[in-house]
T-cell receptor, first 116, second 111 residues
Framework: DTGVSQDPRHKITKRGQNVTFRCDPI?????LYWYRQTLGQGPEFLTY????????KSRLLSDRFSAERPKGSFSTLEIQRTEQGDSAMYLC??????????????FGPGTRLTVL | DAKTTQPTSMDCAEGRAANLPCNHS???????VYWYRQIHSQGPQYIIH???NNETNEMASLIITEDRKSSTLILPHATLRDTAVYYC????????????FGQGTRLTINP
């Protein structure tokens, strides 16, 4: 399968615990994005990388959240001291930087986080 | 904030054309109209995008009004698998990379 993959697909944790999610983008894609989606809402942008550089972060990304893409390939999103409000679907997407029309983002299946 | 307005929900009979409207009255000259859809429990899926000309691909057609203040996504022969939430998004091609999703239109295809 050559699409975007995310691991784990589901995570249940207790409030106050740390969790880490992984995203593997489409192999030749140099841009990687994280979004969060709560029930009944559209996805909300969190952050994006171009290669290994984190170029934009949303104000939604509090200091408990950190994202990395150390070698410009896979990315991790860590949430420290989880809160019940962090319960959501965390979506990863990738795209290929291009100067021609296109550049659409390809999304993974998401990681559903439940904080008890 | 999302720059688009869509109906909350729509129904369509299987085999018929589904026409999903979107208003984007504040669209700028360098902003494209993108459509994504999200089938239950999956990530969003790109459908089509356009600037000012009508576009067609294997999934859908996109009709953009001459003043570019609104557009319509057309699924020519809807199937049950087209049941999903459809998002209309405006964005510049270069520069800001994030997609700003609204609440979308929940399209239900009925047998």
């Amino acid at each position: 399968d050559t699409g975007v993959s995310q691991d784990p697909r589901h995570k249940i944790t207790k409030r106050g615990q740390n969790v880490t999610f992984r995203c593997d983008p489409i192999s030749e894609h140099n841009r990687l994005y994280w979004y969060r989606q709560t029930l009944g809402q559209g996805p909300e942008f969190l952050t994006y990388f171009q290669n290994e550089a984190q170029l934009e972060k949303s104000r939604l990304l509090s200091d408990r959240f950190s994202a990395e893409r150390p070698k410009g390939s896979f990315s991790t999103l860590e949430i420290q001291r989880t809160e019940q409000g962090d319960s959501a679907m965390y979506l990863c997407a990738s795209s290929l930087m291009s100067t021609s029309p296109g550049g659409e983002q390809f999304f993974g299946p998401g990681t559903r986080l439940t904080v008890l | 904030d999302a720059k688009t307005t869509q109906p909350t929900s729509m129904d369509c009979a299987e085999g018929r054309a589904a026409n999903l409207p979107c208003n984007h009255s504040t669209i700028s000259g360098n902003e494209y109209v993108y459509w994504y859809r999200q089938i239950h429990s999956q990530g969003p899926q790109y459908i089509i995008h356009g600037l000012k000309n009508n576009e067609t691909n294997e999934m859908a057609s996109l009709i953009i009004t001459e003043d570019r203040k609104s557009s319509t996504l057309i699924l020519p022969h809807a199937t049950l698998r087209d049941t999903a939430v459809y998002y209309c998004i405006v964005r510049v091609l270069q520069g800001a990379q994030k997609l700003v999703f609204g609440q979308g239109t929940r399209l239900t295809i009925n047998p």
